[in-house]
């Protein structure tokens, strides 16, 4: 299968990938096909040389079958050659379970009742 994704070239912290056609069996930095653009994240958001890309040659390989990279997606979506994907739910993994969760709430209201009824005590003497 094609695979439309990102090789790292640059020195050490200082990265700059080249977006490519590859085999999705190669390696990241590996053999490829045909190099299709360039992505500098060092630069601002706004500059013209942060994403670059041959339109023509990308919509070749989209026809083809080639399946972009999620962060390539996000690029041909903002050049309008793709529609965006939506957005993964955040995972939960870090929250309490169900049960957890339901000793909490009932911790949480029978700790609020007694102190509401302490002030009303509080308040009549």
């Known amino acids: 299968m094609l695979a ?13 990938f080249h977006i490519v ?9 590996g ?11 060092l630069l601002p958001r706004e500059h013209a040389q942060r994403v670059t890309m041959d339109k023509e040659r990308m919509a070749h390989w989209l026809k083809v079958g ?7 997606a996000k ?5 309008e050659l793709m529609k965006p994907r939506e957005r993964r739910e955040q995972t939960r993994k870090n929250q309490p379970r169900a049960k957890a969760q339901e000793r909490l709430k009932a911790a949480a209201s029978a700790g609020a009742a007694p ?8 308040a009549a003497s």
Request: charged share 40%.
């Open 21 to 29: 056609v590859a085999d999705s069996r190669s390696p990241r930095d």
């Open 4 to 16: 439309i994704r990102m090789t790292r070239h640059g020195a050490k912290k200082r990265p700059f």
């Open 75 to 79: 690029f041909l979506a903002e050049a």
């Open 66 to 72: 080639a399946r972009p990279s999620d962060r390539v």
């Open 115 to 122: 102190a509401e009824g302490e002030k009303t005590e509080a």
């Open 31 to 41: 053999r490829f096909i045909e190099k299709l653009g360039t992505y500098n994240p």
